[in-house]
């Protein structure tokens, strides 16, 4: 066989895999390609402030927020962050998108890190008997899994503390960012030092 028709015949091949592997490719959404993060907050910060809203929050984004808890508050909650859709009151899907909270009951404290997933308004994991003077590195993934799935994944100081598979994975529209949240008070003693947000739309 010529030469010159072997160089074709491998020409067309590798252009049909071509074509063939662009067309699997679109089934997947195009995220995870060089989309860097927001960066809303750099330094230390305190207070309940509307920090900005998000115009469509994608199914799949990381929040990612850095804080310090310096000494403890005397009421039962308090707020750190907020994520919502809406006025962010009520039990509503989309309330927490994130949020993440101070308890203490009974001398008992925690931190509440919770989102809306799967159908769920609060899906919610506890860090219990929290450090005092500790830098908290945390962050909410939400990710692409496959054939329509998502997952949902906390991590804390670099460990993975929850997944969840999210079948109801959805957009979000004008999604205000709150540190605290605007119907209760900032604990008082934490800082937060960074906050960002990847949005793979």
């Known amino acids: 066989m010529p ?6 015949i491998g020409i067309l091949k590798f252009t049909l895999i071509r ?13 995870y390609h060089g989309v860097s993060p927001l960066v809303v907050i750099d330094k230390e910060v305190s207070g ?18 850095k804080f310090r808890i310096n000494q403890w508050t005397n009421i039962e909650w308090c707020a750190i962050l907020q994520f919502f859709k809406g006025d962010g009151v009520g039990v509503v899907y989309g309330h ?4 993440v909270m101070l308890k203490q009951q009974q001398g008992n ?3 509440e890190l919770s989102s809306s997933v799967d159908g769920v308004w609060n899906h919610w994991y ?10 908290y590195d945390v962050e909410f993934r939400h990710r692409y899994k496959g054939s329509g799935v998502y997952v949902f994944t906390i991590v804390v100081n670099g460990e993975i503390v929850m997944t969840k598979d999210n079948y109801q994975a959805k957009q979000f529209y004008d999604v205000k960012m709150y540190t605290g949240m605007p119907q209760a008070a900032f604990c008082g003693g934490v800082t937060i030092s960074y906050l960002a947000v990847t949005n793979f739309l």
């Not at 030469?3 to 074709?8: A, Y």
């Not at 679109?26 to 995220?31: S, T």
């Not at 402030?49 to 115009?55: D, H, S, Y």
């Open 48 to 65: 309940n402030v509307l920090r900005g809203i998000i115009p469509v929050l994608s199914p799949e984004n990381i929040v990612h927020i």
């Open 109 to 111: 404290q925690h931190i």
């Open 3 to 8: 030469w010159k028709l072997l160089v074709l």
């Open 19 to 31: 074509i063939g592997a662009e067309k699997c490719f679109k089934k997947v959404p195009q995220n």
């Open 126 to 135: 506890g860090v219990y008997s929290p450090k005092l003077n500790y830098d």
């Open 96 to 99: 927490r998108l994130p949020l």
